[in-house]
Each structure stands twice: as C-alpha cells, then as structure tokens.
C-alpha cells in the first residue's frame, strides 16, 4: 500500500525529524546521564556514538522507509518473503509503547512546570525555608515543589492525561497537518531561548567548575557501563532502533537529499544536548549541588528554577521555557506514538481516528502506573530500579540497540544492495561518497559494536 501523503516542504520535512529527535531526551535524558557517567568522558564516548553509528544507522532507516514506504512491520514484511526477518519489526513496535508510557509522564511534568510559572506557583517560596540561607533555602525550595509536582501521585497523573489528550487530537489530524506545521516555527525559538540561558548560566559564580565537569575528560571514567549508556543515549536522543524514522521518512519526498538529512537532524539534535549541558553543569556547581544526593532526574526539576531564579522576571522566563520544552516532548511523544499508529493502519486496515484510540487510550492505564511508581507505588523494585527507571533503561538501553542492529543486519546481509544504494543516490540523480562506508558500517561495525557494547557488562 503506497503512502500518499508526504512533507509539505523540505523545511517542514527536516523540521519533524528534528522535532522527532528533539525532545526529553535532550534536555531532560542528556544531562541526567552525562551526570552519572562521569561527565566529559561520557560526552565524548557520546559523540563518537552519534557520527560512528548514529548516523549510518539513521541513513539505514531513511533508506528502508522511503524505499518501501511502510510501517516498520510492513517494510520487514514486505522485503522478507518467508524468512524469519519478517518478526523483525515487532520489538521496535513495542519498544516504542514503552518508552511512550513513560515519555508521556515527563512530557506532562514539563506541562506542570509551565502551568506553576506562570500561576507563579513554583516560586512562591514554601514556609519553612524562608528564614534559611539563600542558596540553601532556593534548594529546599525547589526540592519541595519538585516532591510537590512529580513526586506525588495526583497532580503529575492529571497533567500526564492531559498530554495524551492532546496526542489523540494533533495525532488524528494526521501527519501534514499536525506534525509538520507545529516543529516549524518552535524550534529557532528553542535554540535562541537555550542560548540565552547559556550566557546567564555562564554568568554565575563558579561556572567555570561546572563547564569542566562537562568539557574536561578524565578517560580513567569510560567503563563498559559508560559505553552502554552513551549508547543507549544515542539511539534514544537520535530517535532510531524504534522505526519512528522508518515511519517517517516512508513520508519523505523522493528528491529528499537522505545524506545531508540526517547530518543535519544528528548535528542540530547533539547541539541542543551541548547547549543544555552548557546551561545545567555551571548551575549545578554553581549552587553546590554536585556531591548532593540528587539523582540527574532532578537537575531539569530544581537546578534549572535555580537558574531561573537568579533572573529578572523567572516567573516569565520559567514560564517561557517549560513551554518549549513541553512543546518539543510532544513532538517526540507524537513521533513515538506515530509508530505503533501506522503500524495499525497499514497492517488492519484501520481508519486513522480508530487506530489512533487504540494505542493511545490505554496509556491512561500504563502511563498512570508509571506515575505512580514515583509515588505511592514506589515500593515496588524491578532489579532494584522503580518500574519507570526499569522501563526506561530496558527499551532504551536494550530493545532500541538490539532493534539497531537487527535493521543493521537486515539492510546489510539480507537486503537487495541496490536499495541503499538507489535511496542514498536518490536512484541515481545525485552521488552519494558515503555509500561504501555507511553499507559497511550497517554490515560489520555496527551489529559487532552494538553486540559488544551489550554484553561487556555482563563480562566483568
Ligand atoms: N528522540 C526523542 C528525544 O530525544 C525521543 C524519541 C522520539 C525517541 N522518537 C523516538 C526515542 C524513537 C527512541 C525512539 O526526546
């Protein structure tokens, strides 16, 4: 069944995926794990991570999507015959159900953090840290509101569905419409904004500590965990191994310039985190909290009201930024969700409005327990992580590399070589230098990598 649908224009076209790519993963994932992992040394496995698999990986997505112009199921399907390879699609479908029902949950805490700026909420100071020092006092301060906000179990479950409400009415607008206008215009208002807080950041006492921390690498850090994780950071921030860019770019003209594509969304997506890196380690220094026992979740939560508050007019700029941040999670949750969406168009035949109730009506239920594993249900440990860090590091951490390289070797070992080549040369019509390397990469590097990466851990 072709697609008939595509981008409206090339801008719109880049616009989605970096909206796709941009989101929590960024702003909200990157530092937390920059944080646990030692800094530096993690920024750098990072980077290697995104130009040495991220990119080739991605291209082997845009090339089956375009290529085929199906869901993730149906391209396996499609080109697979009777081989095993036509399960293939099913763990990106799942994966990305969970890591939905968690996104969403973060997605509606940024939601929460706009609304309490600009009710003002947020930094009306609680009673019982007035009469402390400042900088201390600003940290109880936003400790509490932050317990207040997420860590309770009505108010963050009440904006959680309120985010899905909204998915299922820009999802059932469908792709055009919906998806591509609203990442047109947020994002050159993002960048400026996080540029902006850079300078403040930059600004205060002690930054230079902070900007260390993150620039500086100290290569004793970089463990086989370390590697797990810049891995996993990747594939999520990148948004691959789900077929969220398979899904895609099945939408992308057939004179879109696939190489140049996915250089740009990889370049524009690391920069963001680097910016946000920039904004948060200087706070973090700054306001003595490196050595505290806060876990890198809190960092978006406290540190950055932190930075807001040493601001004129915090309500607004808080206010300003949340709102972004919230509006660049739903493009992400919206992509996530696009997923499993296509999947029940293309394969049941189903009209978009029904297929778009049966995936996102039941995250009122997962999304809610995810929730709650914060608060009430917090008790409840899976190897010694909550349910939401539990589902969190089981599909980012594994389902989205093992999705990687079940693609890798897809595309490398089974597939006809000609689809690479034809979509990267856009069938001949432009030259593509890249081919030779991003076909080996797919073939050896990649699932060798990707495999070593895995298991390392389990080998200490
Ligand atoms: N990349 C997004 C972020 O950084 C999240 C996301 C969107 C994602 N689509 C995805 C993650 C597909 C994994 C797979 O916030």
């Not at 399907?77 to 095993?84: F, I, K, Q, Y």
């Not at 509006?327 to 999947?343: C, G, M, N, P, R």
């Not at 390397?437 to 990649?446: G, N």
Request: hydrophobic share 55%; with cysteine; charged share 15%.
């Amino acid at each position: 069944m072709e697609t008939k649908e595509t981008f409206g224009s090339k801008l719109a076209l880049v616009a989605a995926t970096v909206g796709s790519a941009v989101g929590l993963g960024n702003v909200w994932r990157f530092p937390a794990e920059t944080q646990a992992n030692g800094g530096a040394a993690f920024l750098l496995v990072y980077i290697l991570c995104v130009f040495l698999l991220g990119i080739p990986v991605m291209l082997g997505e845009f090339s089956l999507g375009r290529g085929i112009r199906e869901d993730a199921v149906g391209v396996y399907r499609r080109l697979s015959g009777n081989t095993p390879w036509r399960f293939a699609g099913v763990l990106p479908i799942l994966a990305s159900y969970i890591i939905l029902s968690f996104y969403i949950v973060v997605a509606g805490w940024t939601l929460e953090y706009f609304f309490f700026s600009v009710t003002g909420d947020l930094y009306s100071p609680i009673n019982a840290v007035t009469a402390m020092p400042w900088s201390t006092a600003c940290e109880t301060q936003f400790k509490g509101k932050m317990i207040e906000y997420i860590l309770t179990d009505i108010k963050p479950i009440v904006f959680t569905f309120i985010v899905i409400l909204m998915n299922l009415f820009i999802l059932i607008k469908g792709v055009k419409k919906g998806i591509g206008k609203i990442s047109n215009i947020l994002l050159p208002v993002l960048f400026v904004l996080l540029l902006l807080f850079c300078c403040v950041s930059l600004s205060l006492p002690r930054a230079m500590e902070g900007l260390q921390f993150f620039l500086a690498p100290d290569f004793s850090k970089i463990t086989p965990m370390v590697i797990v994780n810049a891995l996993g950071q990747a594939f999520f921030s990148l948004s691959l191994g789900m077929g969220v860019l398979i899904t895609y770019s099945s939408y992308f003209p057939k004179d879109t310039k696939l190489t140049s594509t996915a250089v740009t969304v990889s370049t524009l997506d690391l920069l963001v985190a680097m910016l946000m890196g920039v904004i948060i380690f200087p706070a973090v220094t700054s306001f003595g909290l490196m050595d505290s026992d806060l876990e890198g979740t809190t960092l978006v939560f406290i540190t950055l009201p932190e930075v807001f508050a040493q601001m004129e007019f915090s309500e607004f700029w808080s206010a300003l930024f949340f709102l972004l941040l919230f509006i660049a999670a739903l493009t992400s949750t919206i992509s996530i969700a696009e997923v499993t969406i296509k999947f029940f168009e293309d394969r049941f035949k189903m009209n978009r409005k029904k297929a778009c109730m049966l995936v996102l009506l039941p995250l009122f239920l997962f999304s809610a327990i995810s929730s709650l594993s914060l608060g009430s249900l917090s008790g409840i440990k899976v190897f010694g992580m909550t349910i939401f860090d539990a589902l969190d590091f089981c599909a980012s951490n594994i389902m989205l590399p093992v999705g990687a390289i079940i693609m890798s070797l897809f595309i490398g070992w089974h597939l006809d070589k000609n689809v690479l080549k034809e979509e990267l040369t856009n069938h001949g019509e432009i030259k593509s230098y890249i081919y030779p390397y991003v076909a080996f990469i797919l073939k050896w590097i990649a699932p060798i990598l990707i495999v070593l990466v895995l298991i390392s851990p389990l080998l200490k």
